[in-house]
């Protein structure tokens, strides 16, 4: 491996990146990876059941002629990019598909606009759109200030390690229909999936009063009721793809596999720079989604930005792991703002 390291470092000070306003060449003083930069915040078993009849009125059926020929069964390399992100950049960036908030800045303000999703789709990449479903954001469109004096009976304390989100009953019609309202923004602007966060909520709740099968399963509907909201008015191929909380397979009755398009994890081999204590238990769980024909996403906040050997040789080892369980890995940086693209030439993404 060592010696390995020490080859691809020669070929990235070599390595030359189309020139961008948001993209740094190499050389001999800059990181082995490209960073684009933002100095916005970051957005940081179960029956089968219908949409709430409580949901908002039908956006604009998304149009998916410029997306023909783009499919997820054929993706072999992504990025998450939340804050700030440019279309111009995603489009010339090589990934296959593209985890991205709605909005530059998080809020309807900065939304992005259909014809730049538009313009990611015609470069051949799937754009996704990020959404928190298990916790509120106080700089969302929905956001009440009110609330934080007087609120609602769903929302719950503020996470003490993202100042800003807020638990929330998720199993709620209140909330549910919030989200299907954020969901009809999504869809009209083009996007062609949806990236759940925070669907392992379940467990906050459990720790604190209720039942973990019955929030799980709360969870597991509410997964559900989004894939038949989205897929009656964007078509069936709509993207569903939760991102951690893999235990919830462990209470499926294989309506959720069945029904989801693929599914995502972080620290799945790296728990930041250091091996992640969970490998054991994540790795069998996302092998069931492999196992059912669909992709696996892994995330692992492995890159200190550094061209140190060290650096380089953790890389590596991460992407080689999670390729040798059939997921498809993004590495990026330790921060976990989610603030730029890590493109590192020749590696990531794979030529």
């Known amino acids: 491996m060592r010696y390995l390291a020490i080859i691809i470092l020669l070929v990235f000070a070599s390595a030359c990146i189309s020139p961008s306003d948001n993209v740094q060449t190499l050389s001999s003083t800059s990181t082995v990876t490209q960073n684009v930069t933002s100095s ?38 992504w990025a998450y990019w939340l804050q700030n992100a440019s279309p111009i950049v995603i489009a010339e960036s090589g990934f296959d598909l593209i985890v991205m908030d709605y909005s530059r800045g998080g809020s309807d303000a900065t939304a992005y606009t259909r014809e730049e999703i538009e313009e990611i789709k ?13 916790e509120a954001e106080d700089y969302r469109f929905y956001w009440n200030e009110s609330w934080k004096d007087n609120p609602p009976w769903w929302l719950g304390p503020e996470n003490p390690d993202w100042k800003g989100d807020y638990a929330v009953k998720y199993w709620d019609e209140g909330w549910k229909k919030i989200v299907f309202q954020y969901l009809d923004k999504i869809i009209a602007q083009g996007f062609m999936g949806v990236y759940l966060d925070k669907v392992d909520e379940y467990w906050f709740w459990a720790e604190n ?122 590495a990026t940086f330790e921060d976990r703002k989610l603030d730029r693209l890590d493109v590192i030439p020749g590696i990531q993404p794979p030529t």
Not at 56 to 73: A, E, I, M, T, V
Not at 122 to 131: E, F, L, S
Not at 264 to 276: I, K, Q, R, T
């Open 209 to 330: 009063g209720y039942n973990e099968s019955w929030t799980a399963k709360r969870m597991i509907e509410f997964i559900l009721e989004i894939a038949n909201y989205t897929r009656s008015k964007a078509g069936q191929d709509f993207i569903i793809i939760p991102q951690n909380g893999e235990y919830l397979l462990e209470y499926d009755n294989g309506t959720l596999l069945a029904t989801v398009s693929g599914w995502a994890s972080e620290d799945v081999f790296y728990d930041g720079l250091e091996p992640s204590p969970w490998t054991t238990e994540k790795v069998p769980l996302l092998k069931r989604v492999v196992e059912a024909g669909k992709p696996v996403f892994v995330v692992d906040y492995v890159d200190d930005g550094t061209r140190s050997e060290e650096n380089l040789s953790r890389i590596l080892d991460f992407i080689e792991k999670a390729r040798r369980e059939g997921f498809i890995p993004y």
């Open 122 to 134: 015609r470069a051949g990449v799937i754009p996704i759109a990020y959404i928190s479903i298990g």
């Open 40 to 77: 916005a915040r970051s957005p940081t078993s179960a029956l089968r059941v219908t949409p709430s009849t409580q949901t908002p009125s039908s956006p604009h059926l998304s149009d998916n002629r410029s997306s023909k020929g783009l499919s997820l069964s054929s993706v072999k390399s």
